[in-house]
C-alpha cells in the first residue's frame, strides 16, 4: 500500500504569513498548495517566491484553468509551479492544451473534478489525454454544509483505487481516519492546519491519521 502524501492548501493568508507557517512546517509537508484566493490576492508571484526560499519543495498552483488551457498553463509553470490544475469541466481540447504545456515544463496536471457530475467515469476519459492526477473534491462552500468527499471518494476507489487521486474540502484527522479503507494518494488539508493556533501540531495530527 502506498503511504499517502501530504498537499497543504495556503488559501486566506498573505504571502508573508504563508512563509512564516512553512517555516515551521515544510519538512512535513509534501505538496505545497497556492490556493486560488491567494493567487487572485497576491498573484504567481507567491509560487515564485515560494519556490525560491525551498526549491526541493513541489509547488502546486490552484490555477483551477477552465479556458485558454496552454497559455494558462504557461504562466503557471513560468511562475515556477511544479503542478497546476484545470478544472473537470473545462473542454478536452483546453486539458490537452494544458498538458502539452505541462510536457514541455516537466509539470504535472491535476484535472479538479469540483462540482464534476460524474467524477468515477470522468476519470476514465481523462487518463485516455494522459492526465497526471485527479482531485476528488467538495467545495469549500459545500464543506460548510457538513457534506464530505467520502462517498464519492468510496466509489471511485472501487472503480480505480485510490492511485493518483486526491481528496479535497474539510479535510481533518477524523475524515482520513474514515478513508483508511479507501485511501487516496493524496489529501489535501487547508483551513485546519492554516487556521490552527499551533500548526506544528496540527500537521502532526494529520500526519498521526494518515499514518
Request: with cysteine; net charge negative; aromatic share 4%.
Amino acid at each position: 500500500n502506498e503511504t499517502m502524501r501530504l498537499q497543504v492548501a495556503f488559501d486566506l493568508l498573505s504571502l508573508e504569513e504563508v512563509l512564516a507557517l512553512l517555516e515551521e512546517v515544510h519538512d512535513l509537508v509534501d505538496i505545497v498548495e497556492i490556493g486560488t484566493p491567494l493567487i487572485l490576492k497576491e498573484g504567481l508571484k507567491a509560487v515564485t517566491k515560494i519556490k525560491e526560499c525551498y526549491p526541493d519543495q513541489v509547488v502546486l498552483a490552484d490555477l483551477k484553468i477552465m479556458d485558454a488551457g496552454a497559455l494558462e498553463a504557461e504562466i503557471g509553470f513560468d511562475a515556477g509551479a511544479d503542478m497546476i490544475t484545470v478544472l473537470g469541466l473545462a473542454s478536452r481540447t483546453t486539458k490537452s492544451a494544458a498538458k502539452s504545456t505541462a510536457e514541455q515544463h516537466g509539470g504535472k496536471i491535476v484535472v479538479d473534478l469540483i462540482n464534476h457530475p460524474h467524477p468515477v467515469q470522468e476519470w476514465e476519459e481523462l487518463r485516455k489525454i494522459g492526465m497526471d492526477f485527479c482531485c476528488i473534491h467538495t467545495a469549500h462552500d459545500d464543506a460548510q454544509q457538513h457534506n464530505t468527499p467520502l462517498e464519492t471518494l468510496e466509489n471511485f476507489h472501487k472503480v480505480h483505487g485510490g492511485s493518483r487521486v486526491a481528496v479535497a474540502g474539510g479535510v481533518k484527522p477524523s475524515l482520513i481516519r474514515e478513508m483508511k479503507s479507501f485511501p487516496p494518494e493524496i489529501v489535501v488539508v487547508g483551513s485546519y492546519i492554516t487556521g490552527a493556533e499551533d500548526a506544528r501540531e496540527a500537521v502532526q495530527k494529520i500526519r498521526k491519521a494518515m499514518d
